[in-house]
C-alpha cells in the first residue's frame, strides 16, 4: 500500500529555516515524481516544487524560487523539502505527494497524498 508521511513542520519565527521530510512506503521513488504543496488558511491549495528521479527535473514555483530546496535519499524513500528564509506567507499545512514518473504542477494529476504538517511563521 502507497503511503506518503510528511514531517519536520513546527513553529519557527521570520528569517527561520525547517526540514520537512516526506517518508514513503510502498512504492519505488525512482519511478515517481514527489510534488510538495502548501496550503494557506484560507487560501487554496498550491504547487510549490516537484522532484522526478525518473528523469531528474526539479522544479519551484516563484513564491519560494531562490529559498527552497529539495532532495531525496532513494535508499531511505524519503524526501526532504528545506524552508529557508521563512516568511509569514509561508504559514501553512505542507503536503507532499506523489504520481507517477514526471513532475507537473497540477494538484489533480497526484494521486497520492500524504496528512500534511504544518509549518507556522510568527515573530
Known amino acids: 500500500q502507497m503511503q506518503l508521511v510528511e514531517s519536520g513542520g513546527g513553529s519557527v519565527q521570520p528569517g527561520g529555516s525547517l526540514r520537512l521530510s516526506c517518508a514513503t512506503s510502498g512504492f519505488t521513488l525512482e519511478h515517481y515524481a514527489i510534488g510538495w504543496f502548501r496550503q494557506a488558511p484560507g487560501k487554496e491549495r498550491e504547487a510549490l516544487s516537484c522532484?522526478?528521479?525518473?528523469?531528474?527535473?526539479?522544479y519551484f514555483s516563484d513564491s519560494v524560487k531562490g529559498r527552497f530546496t529539495v532532495s531525496g535519499d532513494n535508499a531511505k524513500n524519503t524526501v526532504y523539502l528545506q524552508l529557508n528564509s521563512l516568511n509569514s506567507e509561508d504559514t501553512g499545512v505542507y503536503y507532499c505527494a506523489a504520481r507517477i514518473l514526471t513532475c507537473t504542477g497540477r494538484e489533480g494529476d497526484y494521486w497520492r497524498w500524504g496528512p500534511g504538517t504544518q509549518v507556522t511563521v510568527s515573530a
Open positions: 522532484v522526478s528521479s525518473k528523469d531528474g527535473s526539479v
